[in-house]
């Protein structure tokens, strides 16, 4: 079930723009345990903060940067199971790469096979030659993600607004 509107796509996934539409699902993933305790409280609980965090995140990304978070939809079913894409951080030199799915499609594979399309978009389309990644130290399943993927523990590093440190990755 191919759709026009992919950004990209591998086998199994298309890599779609957030849109007004996605509240549900932001609300969902944005609440999971996994991004409260590895990427943090966004306070998103409600439609209207949804819509709010789609608008000023994702969609000015797109605005500002031609590239963003992307929700990622597995193609058999167009089922959206989670979100990878390239941000632009004031506070990182380079893009980074984010990634987050829903629990229920974990250790099926699905991020490593989006991320590496997304590396391979930013670097062949976006003309983006490094990209960049932050975890928590603690967060083991992207640690192993970021380096599968390819990418090199920098340093350690602290961002203005953020609770702990946190491993910076980069790519070559």
Request: hydrophobic share 40%.
């Amino acid at each position: 079930m191919a759709q026009s509107n992919y950004i990209f796509q591998t086998d199994r996934l298309g890599v779609r723009e957030i849109t007004q539409k996605d509240t549900a699902f932001i609300i969902a993933i944005l609440n999971t345990p996994g991004w409260l305790r590895f990427i943090g409280n966004r306070n998103v609980n409600t439609e209207k903060q949804a819509k709010k965090y789609i608008k000023e995140g994702p969609v000015k990304s797109y605005k500002d940067n031609a590239y963003g978070l992307w929700m990622v939809v597995r193609k058999e079913d167009e089922l959206a199971i989670g979100t990878c894409g390239i941000l632009k951080r004031t506070n990182l030199s380079t893009p980074d790469i984010g990634f987050a799915f829903l629990p229920e499609f974990n250790g099926k594979a699905y991020a490593f096979e989006i991320a590496t399309a997304t590396l391979a978009y930013a670097k062949c389309h976006l003309n983006i030659p490094v990209v960049s990644a932050i975890t928590v130290p603690d967060n083991k399943r992207s640690i192993r993600l970021l380096e599968k993927l390819g990418l090199k523990y920098i340093e350690t590093i602290y961002l203005t607004g953020e609770k702990e440190n946190l491993l910076l990755y980069r790519s070559s």
